[in-house]
């Protein structure tokens, strides 16, 4: 939330007037509507909270240090100052306006990186007709790269780190530590671990273990933070890396909600990195959701779920059979397959996976 407290504005012994609406809700407010969410989209991109900061700024000087076009941009700005982001003054000059000032990268709430990555997720959607039409990734199409390559590249979003994705809650990580026995092994890997939530459940539970956090290197801060928070930092090890490109020894490896992200041909590279890490008697776990073998009309959520990892990630939800397809061409079996129940958190499943004979 970026809403401050709102006083009490009225008079004493007078009528009572209507509380002035902050800065901070009528950002929030903008953030429901779909084109001042747009305008808030178009000022976080263009970095005009850090360009505006100080003083006065015609149309031209800001069309100039944006390499932008004047007229259109000018439209723009106006529409941006008619919904409180910009100030207009009577000779034309713009201000920021304490709404716009919300957008710095050093506010509290960083809004500007969450409305960048909504909107063009959002944005990708516009893509769905051509995939139908020639299999290219929704998000390939519209922005020419991969949704983690070209978040990875934004500023605003990247230096968010994990705060950007819920990621996994205590209870649930607790969970898949305690459906699965790692008591067997003395090393496991959190793939795609992200803030290490899991990772940290499963060392909790077993103090014997030491594990890795595999993930991109900005979000080792949130990890090394998490890890320290369940006071088991001194067996964590934050390795910022590529899983595509090596994957550490190990006797187990954690992937939870990893695979939905890619197609069969990348998820299937993934495995085999953790097939090739693997050390003898290992195993390899997935959480994710398993669709059924049918659609059926009312129950479409998994369904629809696969449409959003089509549309944003270019990745999919699987069936049983398509999971044992996917491990099978990563030399892997399917050992065991079985429900993982956390409160709210239903319809996932753990997918344990062994080397294949040869």
């Given at each position: 939330?970026?809403?401050?407290?709102?006083?009490?504005?009225?008079?004493?012994?007078g009528p009572a007037t209507?509380?002035?609406?902050?800065?901070?809700?009528?950002?929030?407010?903008?953030?429901?509507?779909?084109?001042?969410?747009?305008?808030?989209?178009?000022?976080?991109?263009?970095?005009?909270?850090?360009?505006?900061?100080?003083?006065?700024?015609?149309?031209?000087?800001?069309?100039?240090?944006?390499?932008?076009?004047?007229?259109?941009?000018?439209?723009?700005?106006?529409?941006?100052?008619?919904?409180?982001?910009?100030?207009?003054?009577?000779?034309?000059?713009?201000?920021?306006?304490?709404?716009?000032?919300?957008?710095?990268?050093?506010?509290?709430?960083?809004?500007?990186?969450?409305?960048?990555?909504?909107?063009?997720?959002?944005?990708?959607?516009?893509?769905?007709?051509?995939?139908?039409?020639?299999?290219?990734?929704?998000?390939?199409?519209?922005?020419?790269?991969?949704?983690?390559?070209?978040?990875?590249?934004?500023?605003?979003?990247?230096?968010?780190?994990?705060?950007?994705?819920?990621?996994?809650?205590?209870?649930?990580?607790?969970?898949?530590?305690?459906?699965?026995?790692?008591?067997?092994?003395?090393?496991?890997?959190?793939?795609?671990?992200?803030?290490?939530?899991?990772?940290?459940?499963?060392?909790?539970?077993?103090?014997?273990?030491?594990?890795?956090?595999?993930?991109?290197?900005?979000?080792?801060?949130?990890?090394?933070?998490?890890?320290?928070?369940?006071?088991?930092?001194?067996?964590?090890?934050?390795?910022?890396?590529?899983?595509?490109?090596?994957?550490?020894?190990?006797?187990?490896?954690?992937?939870?909600?990893?695979?939905?992200?890619?197609?069969?041909?990348?998820?299937?590279?993934?495995?085999?990195?953790?097939?090739?890490?693997?050390?003898?008697?290992?195993?390899?776990?997935?959480?994710?959701?398993?669709?059924?073998?049918?659609?059926?009309?009312?129950?479409?959520?998994?369904?629809?779920?696969?449409?959003?990892?089509?549309v944003e990630t270019g990745?999919?939800?699987?069936?049983?059979?398509?999971?044992?397809?996917?491990?099978?061409?990563?030399?892997?079996?399917?050992?065991?397959?079985?429900?993982?129940?956390?409160?709210?958190?239903?319809?996932?499943?753990?997918?344990?996976?062994?080397?294949?004979?040869?």
């Amino acid at each position: 939330m970026v809403a401050e407290q709102v006083g009490d504005n009225s008079r004493a012994g007078g009528p009572a007037t209507e509380p002035v609406e902050t800065a901070g809700r009528q950002l929030e407010r903008h953030l429901t509507s779909r084109i001042p969410r747009h305008l808030v989209y178009l000022a976080a991109k263009l970095g005009l909270a850090e360009l505006m900061t100080e003083g006065e700024w015609s149309v031209d000087e800001v069309a100039a240090a944006l390499g932008a076009h004047s007229d259109t941009l000018r439209r723009v700005l106006r529409a941006m100052a008619s919904i409180g982001l910009l100030a207009e003054g009577a000779d034309g000059v713009l201000t920021l306006g304490e709404a716009g000032r919300l957008l710095r990268r050093d506010a509290s709430e960083p809004v500007a990186g969450r409305v960048i990555k909504s909107v063009e997720l959002e944005m990708a959607w516009g893509g769905l007709l051509n995939a139908v039409m020639t299999g290219e990734p929704p998000f390939e199409h519209v922005f020419g790269e991969r949704p983690f390559a070209h978040f990875a590249r934004d500023p605003l979003v990247a230096a968010l780190g994990a705060r950007l994705n819920p990621g996994t809650s205590w209870e649930v990580a607790q969970a898949i530590a305690a459906t699965y026995d790692f008591s067997r092994f003395e090393s496991v890997v959190d793939v795609g671990g992200g803030d290490g939530t899991v990772l940290a459940a499963i060392l909790d539970r077993n103090p014997h273990l030491h594990g890795t956090v595999l993930d991109q290197p900005h979000l080792m801060f949130d990890a090394q933070r998490v890890a320290s928070h369940y006071g088991v930092e001194d067996r964590v090890r934050l390795l910022g890396g590529d899983f595509f490109e090596a994957v550490p020894a190990a006797d187990a490896y954690v992937l939870k909600t990893i695979l939905h992200d890619w197609d069969d041909d990348r998820a299937s590279q993934i495995l085999r990195r953790c097939r090739l890490g693997m050390r003898t008697g290992g195993r390899i776990l997935v959480v994710e959701v398993m669709l059924p073998e049918r659609a059926v009309a009312g129950d479409g959520g998994g369904f629809l779920g696969d449409m959003m990892m089509l549309v944003e990630t270019g990745g999919r939800e699987r069936t049983e059979r398509e999971f044992r397809e996917l491990f099978a061409a990563a030399g892997l079996a399917v050992i065991d397959v079985r429900a993982l129940q956390a409160g709210h958190y239903t319809g996932r499943y753990l997918i344990e996976g062994v080397a294949a004979a040869d």
